[in-house]
């Protein structure tokens, strides 16, 4: 299992010998976590259980009605995610000041029932919800790319965790619906490829002009991943998009470390405050 396969940053290990001297393979929390979803997914596939949003027994976490009801594509700007009400090539944000990623894939708003479950998800450790939130940003992916004239890009990437906030949650939330949605679309993810090198755990308590000289410490590409990155085309995969501040830092880092073009794809986006 390569550092690629255990999510952003994995945990170091260390080796454990018993009493008797015998090594003793240590648990990491991603492993407690693997066994916990696989288990929790079987149970899903075998049983009846409720839908998520509106608890209604079925077989799906998510029923049609309100796959329908709170899922439904919407119109958006190609550049930023925005929901506007009619497809934009770029809105007039976009337009004023262009963003290093050449186009984002929204999944849904940022708002009911998507702001509770990716609280329950990310905050409680709720990882059973991984596959159906990852099938919502894997189906918007596959329309975005039914509907223009590129092939997919080559490699996908997730916003990285630092990695006390890795250690604190056990699981980085983008490489979970990263790695789905990669099988699902037939391109290779890797997380490694992407480090964050800088805490922004305290980011609330500092003035927008601090905030940002801290971001644009906080992505590295390491030497070895180089090569992997470049001239390809990157999908960079996020959970939530709110001011766009990180994701901006996160693609200005793979650009600069060789990528030849950035996209966003992103699970939740905040709307509007005038259109929420
Ligand atoms: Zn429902
Ligand atoms: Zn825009």
Same mark, same amino acid.
């Given at each position: ?10 945990? +170091? ?5 018993? &009493? ?14 693997? *066994? ?37 594509? +919407? ?11 009619? &497809?934009? *090539? *770029? ?25 509770? !479950? ?14 159906? =939130?990852?099938? =919502? !940003?894997?189906?918007?992916?596959? &329309? ?57 755990? &305290?980011?609330?308590? !500092? ?28 999908? !960079? ?40």
């Amino acid at each position: 299992m390569g550092p690629c396969r255990r999510g952003g940053g994995a945990l +170091r290990q260390r080796r454990i010998v018993g &009493h008797a001297g015998q090594y003793i393979e240590p648990v990491s929390p991603h492993r407690v976590i693997a *066994a916990r979803t696989a288990i929790a997914q079987r149970a899903a596939q075998a049983v009846p259980g409720q839908c998520e949003v509106c608890h209604r027994w079925g077989w799906a976490r998510l029923c049609t009605p309100c796959r329908l009801r709170f899922a439904a594509a +919407r119109a958006r700007c190609a550049r930023c995610g925005l929901a506007t009400g009619t &497809h934009l *090539a *770029a809105c007039g944000a976009c337009l004023l000041a262009p963003p290093p990623s050449q186009r984002t894939v929204v999944a849904v708003d940022y708002g009911f029932p998507w702001n509770q !479950l990716i609280g329950r998800w990310k905050f409680a450790a709720h990882t059973e919800l991984s596959a159906m =939130l990852a099938d =919502l !940003l894997a189906e918007a992916v596959r &329309h975005d790319l039914a509907l223009r004239d590129l092939p997919p890009p080559e490699l996908i990437v997730p916003v990285p965790l630092a990695p006390e906030r890795l250690a604190e949650r056990g699981f980085n939330q983008s490489w979970e619906i990263a790695r789905r949605v990669a099988r699902q679309v037939g391109t290779p993810a890797h997380a490694g490829v992407l480090e964050r090198v800088l805490s922004t755990a &305290h980011q609330i308590r !500092l003035t927008r002009a601090e905030r940002e000289r801290n971001l644009r410490a906080a992505f590295t590409v390491p030497a070895a991943a180089r090569g992997r990155l470049a001239a390809r085309r990157v999908a !960079l995969v996020d959970d939530v998009l709110t001011t766009g501040a990180t994701a901006r830092e996160a693609a200005q880092a793979l650009l600069r470390a060789g990528a030849a073009a950035v996209e966003l794809w992103v699970l939740a986006r905040t709307p509007a405050p005038a259109a929420a």
